[in-house]
């Protein structure tokens, strides 16, 4: 009863999962359309293209026991997909300078992540030992980019609106954060349990935020101005949104 139970868990968060994964989709579809990276930044998607191929290799039969984390490995394996495509997509838009900082930016991750998988396969011996170095770093990674929605928080409480933090997101970041928490907890894997931790309480203040300022409006008629000023506003906040969002595991 107990494994069907974590099955089940595992299933349900690799559902709410995909959701997050896929909504930088709305982000990149403006990319194409427009044919310019526009003031959107690749980071976010290279810091998650990270996360998944560190909690991939932990999942897999080299560290885990057997499948015991396959749910771990299916959605993690489908976010490097999507994060490889999200990241030539910005190569394929971006000015010679942004192709520069893609290749800066993206060399230590390939360097991090072979550097964990060799040493986690060559230098320790037993999943035990294999997971608890994996694990350590994976959460590191996972941790630094839980903290990335506090500047959307931020930017609600000093501007008193929820303009920039569509419900919909919020829910889906809580759902999956206490899904793969409780997936965590039911496997007794701190390291999938952990950064859940984080996370689920930031989407719960999320959602908080959401109930008491949706119901305040701009009481302005905005000018031009502002328009172009919130324009540009919220290609820096959507970056900082799509981060939060492939930060879950």
């Given at each position: 009863?107990?494994?069907?139970?974590?099955?089940?868990?595992?299933?349900?968060?690799?559902?709410?999962?995909?959701?997050?994964?896929?909504?930088?989709?709305?982000?990149?579809?403006?990319?194409?359309?427009?044919?310019?990276?526009?003031?959107?930044?690749?980071?976010?998607?290279?810091?998650?293209?990270?996360?998944?191929?560190?909690?991939?290799?932990?999942?897999?039969?080299?560290?885990?026991?057997?499948w015991?984390?396959?749910?771990?490995?299916?959605?993690?394996?489908?976010?490097?997909?999507?994060?490889?495509?999200?990241?030539?997509?910005?190569?394929?838009?971006t000015?010679?300078?942004?192709?520069?900082?893609?290749?800066v930016?993206?060399?230590?991750?390939?360097?991090?992540?072979?550097?964990?998988?060799?040493?986690?396969?060559?230098?320790?011996?037993?999943?035990?030992?294999?997971?608890?170095?994996?694990?350590?770093?994976?959460?590191?990674?996972?941790?630094?980019?839980?903290?990335?929605?506090?500047?959307?928080?931020?930017?609600?409480?000093?501007t008193?609106?929820?303009?920039?933090?569509?419900?919909?997101?919020?829910?889906?970041?809580?759902?999956?954060?206490?899904?793969?928490?409780?997936?965590?907890?039911?496997?007794?894997d701190?390291?999938?349990?952990?950064?859940?931790?984080?996370?689920?309480?930031?989407?719960?203040?999320?959602?908080?935020?959401?109930?008491?300022?949706?119901?305040?409006?701009?009481?302005?008629?905005?000018?031009?101005?502002?328009?172009?000023?919130?324009?540009?506003?919220?290609?820096?906040?959507?970056?900082?949104?799509?981060?939060?969002?492939?930060?879950?595991?």
């Open positions: 009863m107990g494994e069907r139970l974590r099955l089940a868990v595992g299933v349900m968060g690799n559902a709410a999962s995909l959701l997050l994964y896929t909504a930088p989709i709305l982000t990149f579809s403006r990319v194409i359309r427009k044919k310019s990276t526009e003031g959107y930044s690749c980071v976010p998607y290279v810091i998650a293209l990270l996360n998944c191929l560190l909690y991939t290799w932990y999942g897999l039969p080299v560290v885990s026991n057997r015991e984390n396959f749910p771990v490995i299916s959605i993690n394996g489908l976010g490097i997909l999507l994060e490889l495509s999200f990241i030539v997509i910005y190569l394929w838009f000015s010679a300078r942004g192709k520069m900082k893609v290749a930016t993206v060399t230590p991750v390939i360097v991090v992540f072979c550097t964990t998988s060799i040493i986690s396969a060559c230098s320790f011996h037993g999943h035990h030992h294999r997971k608890l170095f994996v694990g350590s770093v994976g959460l590191v990674a996972s941790v630094a980019m839980y903290g990335s929605p506090l500047v959307v928080v931020k930017q609600v409480i000093l008193r609106s929820v303009e920039f933090m569509p419900f919909y997101l919020s829910f889906f970041s809580f759902l999956a954060s206490s899904l793969w928490m409780a997936y965590g907890l039911l496997s007794h701190l390291f999938l349990a952990a950064p859940n931790l984080v996370g689920s309480p930031l989407g719960i203040l999320q959602l908080m935020l959401y109930c008491k300022y949706r119901k305040r409006g701009i009481m302005e008629e905005p000018n031009k101005l502002d328009l172009e000023k919130n324009d540009e506003r919220s290609k820096q906040l959507q970056l900082t949104i799509d981060g939060s969002l492939n930060g879950k595991i």
